[in-house]
């Protein structure tokens, strides 16, 4: 059980506190409720850009590392299509310096010319080395405008085109920035060796102050259900030929989201998984294979890929994936199949758990997504799932025309 306390600043700022005497670190963490599906279709990659943005100076504080570096702290950040954090870890009896820090960029960042030519050229660079040179880099940038046509889930965190980063201005970048990272839109945990009374007092006197800003309402929209199956073949200069299938699941906080990341454990977790011992071990087909989804707030999507060996056709290794996918179908899973990975998933929470920076951001997610209590009740929603459950939802989800299905092929 993770205890923690909850007040709420009159600018809107959530604020958690989780105390744990046992370290003499403590861990502020920022979450913003904004990602990539936030973005203007026709100005994407700005929520990555931000988190780079973020470090390059704000309103009163030109350099944000060197006096973190003094005070013994470090920090770091993340943006997905859901939501943005920044996190710092630092002794805890120099908690305040990371409440002026992250209260003054919030509050405003410094806006310069020179500071967005310098994240753009460094954006732009990550752009290049990870999705345009690298090796199946574009995967992803086929396979997401392949399974969402209208949610903007169809474009990657980096942007769905470089040139919507190379040509932001300082004026969309600050109407981006006041939209969205603001008091309102945000939830700030402090965790370790803190007392609830200290956090009030440090957020009260740094936060506080600043403007609520508006609240922003999402009204982004809904994928339509796909009523066909979906194809596309790539040829790239890669080593090996590539398969990735997808399928929508559902959102979040929905019990088919559940039954699906036990089945992406069932199928593709680890050496003992069905699709590994399948089509590796005794038909050779793959050198390697996988299954998982990417926990995403809105309906997702559960996702297999793997490399053939060399010399298999394509048809073959995908018809040989449809197979293992209609026993999944057509019969119940063993109960101790189920078991082991219901036991797997509570211990890989259990040991999520151990670490405080883990706890932070983890009661952040679970704020955002309505009720941070979630984090000591979501283990039974797993706990309820029968292989009744299982098949069934492999029968909703791996239904073909819920499939799309990319054959990535080496020219060599």
């Known amino acids: 059980m993770i205890h923690y306390d909850r007040f709420v600043l009159e600018n809107g700022l ?104 310098v994240q753009r050229k460094v954006v732009c660079e990550e752009f290049k080395e990870h999705y345009i040179n690298k090796p199946y880099g574009d995967v992803w940038f086929k396979m997401r405008s392949l399974a969402y046509k209208q949610h903007p889930y169809r474009w990657m965190t980096i942007g769905s085109e470089l040139s919507h980063i190379e040509n932001a201005t300082i004026e969309d970048v600050k109407a981006f920035f006041f939209k969205h990272y603001r008091p309102v839109n945000a939830i700030l945990v402090v965790a370790g060796n803190v007392t609830t009374e200290k956090v009030k007092a440090l957020a009260e006197k740094w936060f506080a102050p600043i403007e609520m800003g508006e609240k922003y309402n999402r009204n982004i929209p809904t994928e339509p259900k796909q009523t066909a199956p979906r194809l596309e073949k790539v040829y790239a200069d890669v080593p090996l030929d590539a398969l990735i299938k997808t399928w929508h699941i559902d959102a979040r906080l929905e019990h088919g989201y559940y039954v699906a990341d036990m089945i992406t454990e069932i199928l593709g977790g680890g050496g003992s998984s069905r699709l590994y011992q399948a089509l590796v071990k005794e038909q050779q087909l793959f050198s390697n294979i996988e299954c998982y989804h990417f926990g995403s707030i809105e309906r997702g999507l559960l996702t297999i890929e793997g490399k053939l060996v060399k010399g298999v056709a394509m048809e073959t290794a995908n018809e040989a994936v449809e197979a293992v996918l209609q026993k999944m179908k057509e019969e119940l899973v063993q109960e101790q199949e189920l078991q082991k990975v219901k036991n797997k998933t509570e211990s890989g929470i259990a040991f999520e758990d151990m670490g405080v ?56």
């Open 357 to 412: 920076l883990n706890r932070a951001t983890s009661l952040a997610n679970y704020e955002l997504l309505g009720d941070a209590s979630l984090m000591n009740t979501e283990l039974k929603r797993y706990q309820t799932i029968t292989v009744q459950d299982i098949q069934q939802y492999s029968k909703t989800i791996f239904d073909v025309n819920n499939s799309n299905t990319l054959f990535y092929f080496s020219k060599n």
């Open 14 to 117: 959530r604020v958690l506190v989780h105390q744990d005497l046992s370290t003499p670190m403590a861990v502020v963490n920022v979450m913003y409720d904004v990602g990539a599906r936030d973005e203007d279709p026709n100005k994407t990659g700005f929520a990555h850009l931000f988190e780079h943005l973020m470090f390059g100076g704000s309103i009163n504080i030109p350099d944000y590392d060197e006096p973190l570096q003094r005070a013994g702290g470090e920090n770091n950040a993340y943006t997905t299509n859901d939501l943005t954090n920044y996190y710092i870890s630092l002794p805890a009896e120099n908690i305040e310096t990371a409440f002026w820090l992250e209260s003054d960029r919030m509050l405003s960042l410094a806006f310069s010319h020179k500071s967005l030519e």
